[in-house]
């Protein structure tokens, strides 16, 4: 099995830009490429990935062509050239959503393909609101399995789990790959796809924005001209470092790190299509089951040293902190996988914390602007409403780029800046910090059989929160529109 390593510099601002002298009236940003980063096959928000690289044969799923299509409130009119960069869920979304309002639109990714089923996420309310308001819902389908969810400890001993299909809403579960697939085949057919591409200067002024992008198969480059840049790609944005500055300017580290990775089969001690927990101080296990794929696995631990955690291999870290103690069946079974998997994605949890996401015609979405972990469940839904909104904000502002992105970010930052801020509670859910938040999870499906339990419970996992801030449509109420419900379809606005 191969590793590879991200390189991540972080520069005093002090240093001289490469670049020349800037025309009057521009800015410009530059940086050198790491060459690691043409080795690599990135996964959203990863800082070591091991793996084949991605599949760039074979037949993608069909993409819509010319402006037509599911997606709604389309203006048709020729709005500009955008370059989108990043083919994740929020740069596919925004690609698909801008095209649609007639920007002619170039979307890059640094990988040679596309990426592969990825891990698990949840879809809340306030995310399938936003997938049928883009009109990829319907390519969407719940994987939750029937089974119930157990939580076990090693020595074998299980008990029920409570599980995502238990909360409010009944959000769905599915993987990374399933909502970028339906969003790549919302493209149209005129969105132009470049692979092994990447930025390495963006000079911006008044009237546009010049982008130099490296092609990292032939090692060309070229500079071309756009009224607007979304930087989509990421947690280590390409895009943010060369217009906003280096990572440790923005980068919140909260002393987790995580390993994630596809199981084949079924981990030793579970039944087919069973989810289960492993809960313990500092450290987790979560197998999500699917009722129509196989099972991710997720490891969780705190560190006090999270680069101190990249200098072995993932399969060599996992081992050591979770001994000495035997691992019994299950864990194992999920450690051994680990070690032995075709690609895992091994990174520690990190928020995104900006003061803005713009400047001038540079604009950040998803990860890239925010990230807000994967404790709080609602990095595919709000990078889903971020790519609507913005579509909104530039039909409602055509011609003016600036108030656009200003409206846009003021719209949607209450809701980004409050996901940020209630990390530390939503982390309670995924791992426990100490031996009461232990014990309360093994507790937490006893305790609910009864009204005061219930009650307790429901505070800790914060079903208020649930109800109304991760199943509520965020986005419909910006619209002026009656908002789409949970699992609902899109309406028009």
Not at 104 to 122: N, Q, W
Not at 135 to 151: E, F, S, V
Not at 471 to 492: E, F, H, K, M, W
């Amino acid at each position: 099995m191969k590793t590879y390593t991200f390189l991540v510099l972080s520069l005093p601002e002090e240093v001289p830009l490469r670049a020349g002298e800037p025309s009057q009236g521009s800015r410009v940003f530059e940086h050198a490429i790491l060459p690691e980063v043409t080795l690599i096959k990135p996964i959203r928000c990863g800082r070591l990935v091991a793996g084949r690289q991605p599949d760039h044969g074979g037949t993608p799923p069909p993409r819509t062509s010319g402006k037509g299509g599911a997606m709604n409130s389309a203006v048709n009119h020729e709005a500009g050239r955008v370059l989108v960069v990043g083919m994740g869920v929020s740069g596919l979304a925004t690609a698909a959503r801008l095209s649609r309002s007639g920007w002619r639109t170039v979307l890059v990714e640094r990988a040679p393909g596309r990426r592969s089923d990825g891990h698990f996420v949840v879809l809340f309310g306030s995310g399938k609101a936003a997938a049928a308001r883009l009109g990829l819902l319907g390519a969407l389908h719940d994987r939750t399995a029937a089974p119930q969810k157990i939580d076990i400890d090693r020595n074998g001993s299980n008990r029920p789990g409570i599980g995502f299909s238990d909360l409010p809403g009944a959000p769905w579960t599915l993987l990374r790959g399933d909502v970028e697939n339906a969003a790549f085949r919302a493209l149209p057919a005129d969105v132009e796809i470049r692979y092994a591409t990447t930025p390495t200067a963006i000079v911006h002024d008044p009237d546009g924005v010049d982008v130099t992008l490296l092609d990292t198969a032939t090692g060309t480059s070229v500079t071309e001209r756009f009224d607007l840049v979304v930087g989509a790609d990421g947690l280590r944005s390409t895009v943010r470092g060369l217009v906003f500055g280096p990572p440790g300017k923005y980068l919140r580290r909260l002393n987790y790190v995580f390993a994630a990775f596809r199981f084949s089969g079924t981990p030793a001690g579970l039944e087919p299509g069973q989810s289960a927990t492993m809960i313990e101080r500092d450290r987790s296990m979560w197998v999500f089951a699917y009722r129509d794929h196989d099972p991710t696995a997720t490891l969780i631990y705190r560190t006090e040293d999270v680069d101190a955690e990249f200098l072995g291999s993932p399969g060599e870290r996992l081992r050591s902190i979770f001994g000495p103690q035997p691992l019994g069946a299950t864990l194992g079974d999920v450690v051994d996988a680990a070690e032995a998997a075709d690609e895992i994605l091994f990174d520690s949890v990190e928020q995104v914390r900006m003061d803005t996401w713009r400047k001038g015609r540079v604009v950040l979405v998803g990860d890239a602007a925010w990230c807000v972990t994967f404790y709080v469940g609602m990095g595919v839904s709000l990078g889903l409403a971020g790519a609507d909104l913005l579509g909104v904000m530039l039909d409602r502002h055509p011609g003016d780029i600036g108030s656009a992105l200003a409206a846009w970010e003021q719209a949607l930052r209450p809701q980004v800046d409050h996901y940020l801020d209630e990390v530390f509670e939503d982390r309670k859910i995924f791992v426990a910090e100490s031996r009461l938040e232990t014990l309360f999870w093994r507790l937490a499906p006893w305790l609910r059989r009864f009204r005061l339990g219930k009650h307790l419970v429901d505070r800790v996992i914060r079903v208020d929160e649930l109800v109304r801030a991760k199943n509520a449509d965020i986005i419909g109420p910006l619209l002026n529109t009656p908002p789409i419900v949970a699992g609902g379809t899109a309406s028009g606005r």
